[in-house]
Protein backbone atom coordinates (compact mmCIF):
# COMPACT_ATOMS: atom_id res chain seq x y z
CA UNK A 1 0.00 0.00 0.00
CA UNK A 2 1.62 3.64 -1.40
CA UNK A 3 1.65 6.19 1.27
CA UNK A 4 -0.30 9.75 0.90
CA UNK A 5 2.21 11.92 -0.37
CA UNK A 6 2.87 15.14 1.79
CA UNK A 7 1.34 17.85 -0.56
CA UNK A 8 -2.14 18.23 -1.92
CA UNK A 9 -4.00 17.44 -5.19
CA UNK A 10 -3.54 20.11 -8.22
CA UNK A 11 -6.50 21.17 -9.21
CA UNK A 12 -5.74 19.70 -12.13
CA UNK A 13 -5.04 16.41 -11.03
CA UNK A 14 -8.11 16.42 -9.01
CA UNK A 15 -10.29 16.69 -12.24
CA UNK A 16 -8.17 13.92 -14.16
CA UNK A 17 -8.47 11.39 -11.39
CA UNK A 18 -12.39 12.50 -10.75
CA UNK A 19 -13.07 11.79 -14.09
CA UNK A 20 -11.23 8.96 -14.14
CA UNK A 21 -13.16 7.59 -11.43
CA UNK A 22 -16.51 8.73 -12.67
CA UNK A 23 -15.87 7.08 -16.07
CA UNK A 24 -15.26 4.05 -14.50
CA UNK A 25 -18.16 3.92 -12.45
CA UNK A 26 -20.09 4.20 -16.02
CA UNK A 27 -21.37 7.46 -16.18
CA UNK A 28 -20.64 9.85 -19.40
CA UNK A 29 -18.41 12.51 -18.79
CA UNK A 30 -20.86 15.38 -19.87
CA UNK A 31 -20.48 18.47 -19.52
CA UNK A 32 -22.00 19.35 -16.84
CA UNK A 33 -20.68 16.75 -14.90
CA UNK A 34 -16.85 18.17 -15.75
CA UNK A 35 -17.77 21.35 -14.63
CA UNK A 36 -19.13 20.52 -11.31
CA UNK A 37 -15.47 18.36 -10.97
CA UNK A 38 -13.79 21.37 -12.57
CA UNK A 39 -16.07 24.01 -9.78
CA UNK A 40 -15.24 21.58 -6.89
CA UNK A 41 -11.56 21.62 -7.83
CA UNK A 42 -11.17 25.45 -8.14
CA UNK A 43 -13.07 26.16 -4.75
CA UNK A 44 -11.45 27.11 -1.65
CA UNK A 45 -14.32 27.10 0.29
CA UNK A 46 -16.69 24.47 0.65
CA UNK A 47 -20.15 24.89 -1.80
CA UNK A 48 -23.53 23.42 -1.58
CA UNK A 49 -25.58 21.71 -4.79
CA UNK A 50 -26.97 25.34 -4.54
CA UNK A 51 -23.94 27.29 -4.73
CA UNK A 52 -22.64 24.77 -7.29
CA UNK A 53 -26.08 25.13 -9.45
CA UNK A 54 -25.67 28.81 -9.18
CA UNK A 55 -22.04 28.78 -10.33
CA UNK A 56 -22.68 26.80 -13.09
CA UNK A 57 -26.16 28.63 -14.19
CA UNK A 58 -23.63 32.30 -14.28
CA UNK A 59 -21.33 30.05 -16.37
CA UNK A 60 -23.94 29.59 -18.93
CA UNK A 61 -23.97 25.85 -18.23
CA UNK A 62 -27.62 25.52 -16.59
CA UNK A 63 -28.12 22.04 -14.58
CA UNK A 64 -31.12 21.28 -12.24
CA UNK A 65 -30.31 20.41 -8.87
CA UNK A 66 -31.29 16.60 -9.39
CA UNK A 67 -28.01 16.27 -11.38
CA UNK A 68 -25.81 18.28 -9.04
CA UNK A 69 -26.74 16.21 -5.96
CA UNK A 70 -26.51 13.29 -8.33
CA UNK A 71 -22.94 13.70 -9.18
CA UNK A 72 -22.09 14.77 -5.68
CA UNK A 73 -23.59 11.55 -4.21
CA UNK A 74 -20.80 9.41 -6.94
CA UNK A 75 -18.70 11.69 -6.10
CA UNK A 76 -18.69 10.86 -2.23
CA UNK A 77 -19.10 7.55 -2.26
CA UNK A 78 -15.85 7.79 -4.16
CA UNK A 79 -14.15 9.48 -1.44
CA UNK A 80 -13.55 12.45 -3.56
CA UNK A 81 -15.70 15.14 -2.14
CA UNK A 82 -16.10 15.32 1.66
CA UNK A 83 -19.60 16.63 3.12
CA UNK A 84 -18.69 19.53 5.98
CA UNK A 85 -21.24 18.52 8.40
CA UNK A 86 -21.61 21.69 10.09
CA UNK A 87 -22.19 23.48 7.07
CA UNK A 88 -24.33 20.90 4.91
CA UNK A 89 -21.75 21.78 2.07
CA UNK A 90 -18.98 19.61 0.44
CA UNK A 91 -15.02 20.68 -0.32
CA UNK A 92 -13.31 18.34 -2.91
CA UNK A 93 -10.63 15.58 -0.96
CA UNK A 94 -7.07 17.45 -1.21
CA UNK A 95 -5.39 13.91 -0.78
CA UNK A 96 -5.02 11.73 -3.72
CA UNK A 97 -5.79 8.15 -3.36
CA UNK A 98 -6.10 5.28 -5.56
CA UNK A 99 -9.87 3.78 -5.57
CA UNK A 100 -10.49 1.03 -3.15
CA UNK A 101 -10.78 -2.23 -4.75
CA UNK A 102 -11.88 -3.98 -1.33
CA UNK A 103 -14.26 -1.55 0.41
CA UNK A 104 -13.89 -3.77 3.71
CA UNK A 105 -10.91 -6.26 4.73
CA UNK A 106 -12.33 -7.85 7.79
CA UNK A 107 -9.44 -9.70 8.75
CA UNK A 108 -7.41 -6.31 8.75
CA UNK A 109 -9.88 -3.83 8.98
CA UNK A 110 -7.70 -0.61 9.26
CA UNK A 111 -4.85 -1.85 7.54
CA UNK A 112 -3.57 0.24 4.44
CA UNK A 113 -6.73 2.27 5.27
CA UNK A 114 -7.10 5.33 3.31
CA UNK A 115 -10.73 6.99 3.85
CA UNK A 116 -10.03 8.84 6.65
CA UNK A 117 -9.75 12.16 6.32
CA UNK A 118 -8.91 15.53 8.77
CA UNK A 119 -10.25 18.68 7.45
CA UNK A 120 -9.62 22.01 8.97
CA UNK A 121 -12.41 24.69 9.28
CA UNK A 122 -11.11 28.72 9.35
CA UNK A 123 -13.20 30.48 11.57
CA UNK A 124 -12.33 33.89 10.29
CA UNK A 125 -12.59 33.19 6.42
CA UNK A 126 -14.29 30.08 6.06
CA UNK A 127 -11.52 28.66 3.91
CA UNK A 128 -10.80 24.65 4.28
CA UNK A 129 -8.29 22.63 3.93
CA UNK A 130 -7.30 19.11 4.77
CA UNK A 131 -4.45 18.17 6.78
CA UNK A 132 -2.31 15.38 6.51
CA UNK A 133 -3.25 12.74 9.82
CA UNK A 134 -4.17 9.11 7.78
CA UNK A 135 -1.71 7.22 9.99
CA UNK A 136 -3.27 8.87 13.19
CA UNK A 137 -6.60 8.23 12.64
CA UNK A 138 -5.61 4.51 11.33
CA UNK A 139 -4.51 4.03 14.24
CA UNK A 140 -7.63 5.30 16.18
CA UNK A 141 -8.86 3.21 14.24
CA UNK A 142 -7.27 0.13 15.44
CA UNK A 143 -7.88 0.52 19.20
CA UNK A 144 -11.10 1.25 18.35
CA UNK A 145 -11.16 -2.14 17.04
CA UNK A 146 -9.67 -3.79 19.66
CA UNK A 147 -11.21 -2.23 22.73
CA UNK A 148 -14.58 -1.20 21.31
CA UNK A 149 -15.25 -4.25 19.24
CA UNK A 150 -16.08 -1.84 16.78
CA UNK A 151 -15.09 -2.13 12.23
CA UNK A 152 -14.45 1.32 11.73
CA UNK A 153 -14.53 1.39 7.51
CA UNK A 154 -13.73 5.36 7.33
CA UNK A 155 -13.52 8.33 9.23
CA UNK A 156 -13.10 12.57 9.22
CA UNK A 157 -12.90 15.05 11.90
CA UNK A 158 -13.52 18.57 11.53
CA UNK A 159 -10.94 20.98 13.29
CA UNK A 160 -12.30 24.79 14.12
CA UNK A 161 -9.44 26.94 14.57
CA UNK A 162 -7.73 29.79 12.49
CA UNK A 163 -6.07 29.73 9.43
CA UNK A 164 -2.48 30.92 9.06
CA UNK A 165 -3.71 34.33 7.45
CA UNK A 166 -6.12 34.94 9.65
CA UNK A 167 -4.08 34.62 12.65
CA UNK A 168 -2.48 38.09 12.41
CA UNK A 169 -2.34 39.79 15.73
CA UNK A 170 -4.39 42.76 14.31
CA UNK A 171 -7.62 40.66 13.45
ZN1 LIG B 1 -9.83 13.74 1.79
ZN1 LIG C 1 -8.80 32.03 7.57
Given at each position: MSRLPATPLSATAYVEQALVSL???GLRLTTPRRRVVQLLADATHPLSAYDIKDL???QNTPVDTVSVYRVLEHLESLHLIHKVGSMGKVVACQRTHT??????????PTE?????????LCV???QVSEAEAGEH?????????????FMPQSGSLEVKG??????????
Open positions: KARLAQPCQQTTNTSHGHHHWHVLLGCGLAQFAQRLHHEQQWCSQCQSPTS
